[in-house]
């Protein structure tokens, strides 16, 4: 039976990979992608590791940073940013509407020196917080699955950071 189930597992990953390729072969540009199915061994990856400048994808480290110093008490959700706006609501911004005036003052409150030190420990070898910022699929597919598993934070900031990340337009 083990055998069975391993050759379903490749016929479905086979499947998975031809569907996917036959649909990026219709687009034309500089691309990559990374999909894992988090509860089962099935992915795709084409030009994962391809740096690219990442755009707004640096928000991300911004996010933990912010949220890892909640974490250890060292800021407070409610601490001003701006006179009206709070280190929550900023976040919010950031993240829901990809508000970069929100992103630049969280990413002061942070230091970009820490963004950077994050993104070199947390074992992300395509990317950086130099200008302009740089990322691959790769590393933003690592981020995501050890977010989503609570290995970069805990789980009860996990879920908030997750919860956060959904509500995104």
Known sequence: PIFVDQKKEIDKQNQITNLIDLELSKLSGDYAVIIKDLASPLEYKKNETKTFTSASIYKLAVMYKIFDMLENKQLLETDQ?????????????????????????????????????FIKESGYKNSNYKQPPQTSANDVGLFFEMLYKGEIIDNEYSGIMIDLLKRQK
């Open 81 to 117: 940013i701006l006179p009206g706006q709070t280190v929550k609501e900023a976040l919010n911004l950031m993240i829901t509407v990809s508000d970069n005036y929100a992103a630049i003052l969280l990413s002061s409150k942070v230091g970009s020196k820490k963004i950077a030190n």
